[in-house]
C-alpha cells in the first residue's frame, strides 16, 4: 500500500492514500486491521481526501510504529475476500448543491417546452401542494403552514399569474429540500459521532505461541466466527451462540420481559441483552457493530420523543402565529384590494423556521456532546440538567478515581498475608468493581497465583460475593454484609482497625471463611483532582446542594467530602437508601441529578430527574443512564453538561425572537409593496437556512 505522512503529532498523525488504489472498502478494512493494534486509540478514514486519521498511545506506539503497519497493509489483506466482506460497504454522500441544481435546471427547462406539456406538468407539480392544504383544511388545520402554501399558489392561479404560482412551488420544493437535508445531515452528524465511541470488548484470540488470551478491543472489528467474553453488569455485543459459562442474561430490550433468563452452553444470545449475573464465552453469529448502528439509530429516534419543553413551545408558538399570517392577509386584501400582495404576506410564515430550528439546535447540542465523549439520549435530559438544582453522587469511581489501592492486609488467621489475598483475588477477579480491581492488581503485583479452584461465585448486590473452597464457605465484602448480615465473629482488634480506617480514610474489606472473619483489607481511594473545582463550578450555576451518598465506610467517606468540600454526605448507604433520599427531595420539590458508575447505582439513576453515568461504569448502568460522560474528562463532564443544557435552552429562545422579528419585517415588506411574492418567498427561505445554521453552532466556549 502506498502512501505519505500528511501531518504527524506525538500521538495523533494522519496518512494520505492513493483513492485509485484503494476503494472505500478496503479503506474500512484497513481501518479494522489498525484499530486492533495495540496502543491505537481511534483510527478513522476520510474516503473524499483520502487520508487516515490516527490517534495512538505514545507509551506503547511511535510514528515509526504507525509507518509500519502501514507498509503490512498489503494485497494479502486488502484483496482477501472473506476480510472485505466483514466490513460494510461505505455509503456515498448525499450532495445539496447537486440535488438543488437539478432542481433548478429541470425549473427552467420546463419553459422551453410545448405550452400542453408545459400545463400537464404545472398540474402535477402544482396539484399535490394545493391538495395537500385542502387536506389540513377539510381535517380542521385550517391555520397550518401547509394551507398558507397552498392559499398563495391558489390566488396566483385565480389571477392567471402562472409564473409566478411556479416560482412559489419551486421556491417552497428549494426550502424543503434545503430543510430536509439541514435535518438529517444534523441527524446523520450525530450518529457518526455516536458511533466512533470506539466501544470495547474482550475478543478472545491467540498470542503468537498459540495460548489463548483475552484482549480488549473496539466494537467495530468484532466480525462473524470471533469469541467474546461477556461478564456481569456488560451488555452482549453481538448475536451468537454461547460455546461455555452459565449467566443469568436479561432480555428485557427484545422481548420486554424483565426476569432474566439463564443461558448456558449451546443457547442463542443476542446484541444489547445484559449478563444480568455470571460469565458467558459466545461465537459471534452476526456482526455486533451493525447492531449497534440500529440501536443508536433507535436512541436518536426516540431522543425526538423526548424533546425539550423549548422546543415544544417553539412548535406550539410556530402553530398559533399561522392565524396572525391570515388576519394580516385578510386585512391586506381589504385595504389594497391586491391579490400580489396579498400572495406577498403569505409567503412568510413563522412554522418553518422555528419548527426546524429547534430540533437542529437539540441535535446539534447532543453532537457536540459526543465531541467531547459524552452520550446524551434525548435533549429533555440536558434540559432537566439545567434545571436541576441538586446533584446526588456515589463515590467510589465517581469523586474518587476508579483505581483504588491495597494499602494494607491484617490477617486474623494463621494464613499469612499474601495467602489471604491470593483467596480474595480469586473471587474478587470475577467482577469489574475499582475495590475488586485493587485486590486484583495487589495479588499480579506480588505475582501471587490464585488458581481458581472455587465453586460457582455469588454475586449479592451491594455487600459482597460468596462462594465455597475445599467445602468451606468464603465471603468477602462490606462490614454490613459480613458481621450483620451473616453474624460472622470477629476478633478483638477489630475496632481499632476500624478506628484507624476512619482517621486515614480508608476503606475496609472484609474476608470470611466459615463464618470466622480471617482478613481485612484496606483501600485507599485517591479523590479526583477535579472533583472540588467541579463541585465550586456546579455551585456557580445555580446547583445548591451536592451530595454524596457512598457504601463505604465513615472514614473513606468523611475524608472524601472534606477533600472535595462537598455540602453533605451519607457513608454505609444501601442502594435502596439512594433511591429514598432521591424521592424525598423531588417529593419537596427539588430537580436531581444523580451521577454513579456501579451496578447499584442503576435503581437511583432511573429515579432521578436526570440519571448520569460515569465513562467506566459497569454496562447496565450506562443502559439505565440518561447521558453517559466521557471517560477522559471524568467529572468535568458533568459540567459541560449542565452548560450545554442552559445554553441550549438559551439558544432556542432567542432563536425564535429573531425568527418572529425577521418574518414579521418581511411580511411588511410585502404589505407596501416593497417586495413580491417571489422575493418574499427566498428571503423566507433564506433566513430559514440562516437560522437552522445558526442553531449548529457550538455551546461550549
Known amino acids: 500500500m502506498n502512501f505519505s505522512v500528511r501531518h504527524s503529532l506525538p500521538g495523533r498523525i494522519r496518512i494520505r492514500y492513493n483513492k485509485n488504489e484503494l476503494s472505500k472498502r478496503q479503506a474500512a478494512l484497513a481501518v479494522s486491521l489498525l484499530s486492533v493494534q495495540e496502543g491505537m486509540t481511534r483510527v478513522s478514514v476520510n474516503y473524499t481526501t483520502g487520508s487516515f486519521l490516527i490517534f495512538y498511545d505514545t507509551k506503547t506506539l511511535s510514528e515509526k510504529h504507525i509507518r509500519s503497519y502501514f507498509m503490512a497493509l498489503s494485497e494479502k489483506y486488502l484483496e482477501n475476500q472473506e476480510m472485505l466482506e466483514s466490513v460494510e460497504e461505505p455509503k456515498e454522500q448525499e450532495s445539496l448543491l447537486f440535488n438543488l441544481a437539478l432542481m433548478t435546471a429541470e425549473h427552467y427547462i420546463k419553459m ?309 489475598l491470593a483467596l480474595a483475588a480469586c473471587l474478587e477477579e470475577h467482577f469489574a468493581h475499582p475495590i475488586a480491581s485493587a485486590i486484583v492488581k495487589a495479588a499480579e503485583e506480588k505475582g501471587i497465583l490464585h488458581p481458581e479452584e472455587h465453586a460457582k461465585v455469588e454475586y449479592i448486590v451491594a455487600h459482597g460475593i460468596a462462594s465455597k473452597l475445599n467445602e468451606k464457605k468464603l465471603l468477602i465484602g462490606s462490614r454490613h454484609f459480613i458481621l450483620d448480615d451473616e453474624k460472622c465473629s470477629a476478633p478483638e482488634n477489630l475496632e481499632e482497625i476500624q478506628k484507624n480506617a476512619l482517621e486515614n480514610g480508608e476503606s475496609l474489606l472484609y474476608l470470611a471463611e466459615k463464618k470466622e472473619l480471617i482478613a481485612v483489607f484496606a483501600i485507599n481511594d485517591p479523590v479526583r483532582e477535579n472533583a472540588k473545582n467541579v463541585i465550586k463550578a456546579l455551585h456557580q450555576t445555580g446547583i445548591k446542594n451536592c451530595v454524596m451518598i457512598t457504601g463505604d465506610d465513615e472514614g473513606a467517606a468523611k475524608n472524601a467530602a472534606k477533600i472535595t468540600k462537598i455540602d453533605k454526605y451519607f457513608s454505609r448507604a444501601l442502594p435502596e437508601d439512594k433511591v429514598n433520599y432521591i424521592e424525598k427531595q423531588k417529593k419537596a420539590g427539588h430537580k436531581v441529578i444523580m451521577i454513579g458508575d456501579g451496578i447499584n447505582d442503576a435503581p437511583a439513576l432511573a429515579c432521578a430527574d436526570t440519571g448520569i453515568a460515569m465513562g467506566k461504569c459497569a454496562d447496565i448502568t450506562g443502559e439505565t443512564a440518561d447521558i453517559v460522560l466521557s471517560c477522559e474528562d471524568g467529572l468535568e463532564g458533568l459540567y459541560k453538561v449542565r452548560i450545554l443544557g442552559t445554553e441550549l435552552m438559551n439558544k432556542i429562545d432567542k432563536n425564535n425572537i429573531s425568527i418572529v422579528a425577521v418574518n414579521t419585517s418581511l411580511m411588511f415588506l410585502g404589505l407596501f409593496g416593497i417586495i413580491s411574492p417571489a422575493v418574499a418567498a427566498i428571503l423566507h427561505n433564506a433566513s430559514t437556512i440562516a437560522f437552522s445554521v445558526r442553531a449548529t453552532k457550538p455551546l461550549l466556549k
Open 112 to 420: 422551453f417546452l410545448p405550452l400542453p406539456l408545459r400545463i400537464i406538468l404545472r398540474t402535477i407539480s402544482l396539484a399535490p401542494r394545493i391538495l395537500n392544504g385542502i387536506l389540513h383544511a377539510s381535517q380542521g388545520e385550517v391555520f397550518h403552514s401547509d394551507v398558507l402554501d397552498a392559499a398563495a399558489i391558489s390566488m396566483a392561479l385565480i389571477t392567471r399569474d402562472f409564473k409566478t404560482a411556479g416560482n412559489i412551488n419551486f421556491l417552497l420544493d428549494i426550502g424543503e429540500t434545503i430543510e430536509e437535508f439541514t435535518k438529517k445531515k444534523s441527524y446523520d452528524d450525530l450518529a457518526d459521532r455516536l458511533l466512533n465511541q470506539n466501544d470495547q470488548v474482550q475478543l478472545i484470540t491467540k498470542d503468537e505461541n498459540k495460548n489463548t488470551i483475552e484482549k480488549t478491543v473496539p466494537l467495530h472489528v468484532v466480525k462473524k466466527g470471533d469469541i467474546v467474553a461477556v461478564r456481569t453488569g456488560s451488555v452482549i455485543p453481538a448475536d451468537g451462540t454461547v460455546l461455555k459459562g452459565e449467566a443469568l442474561v436479561n432480555q428485557a430490550t427484545i422481548t420486554g420481559e424483565p426476569l432474566a433468563v439463564e443461558k448456558r452452553s449451546e443457547s442463542s444470545v443476542f446484541a444489547g441483552t445484559i449478563v444480568q449475573e455470571g460469565e458467558l464465552f459466545i461465537e459471534v453469529r452476526a456482526v455486533g457493530s451493525q447492531t449497534k448502528v440500529q440501536n443508536i439509530l433507535s436512541m436518536i429516534d426516540n431522543s425526538q420523543s423526548l424533546k425539550v419543553s423549548s422546543q415544544v413551545r417553539s412548535e406550539n408558538l410556530a402553530n398559533q402565529l399561522v392565524k396572525y399570517n391570515f388576519l394580516l392577509s385578510l386585512i391586506t386584501f381589504l385595504a389594497t384590494r391586491s391579490l400580489r400582495k396579498v400572495m406577498a404576506t403569505l409567503m412568510v410564515d413563522y412554522s418553518c423556521a422555528m419548527k426546524l430550528a429547534a430540533p437542529i439546535a437539540v441535535l446539534s447540542a447532543m453532537k457536540e456532546a459526543a465531541e467531547n465523549g459524552i452520550i446524551v439520549k434525548g435533549g429533555k435530559f440536558l434540559e432537566e440538567a439545567s434545571k436541576a438544582d441538586t446533584v446526588i453522587f456515589d463515590k467510589t469511581g465517581t469523586l474518587t478515581y476508579a483505581l483504588p489501592r491495597l494499602a494494607k492486609i491484617y490477617s486474623f488467621t494463621e494464613k499469612s498475608e499474601d495467602e489471604v
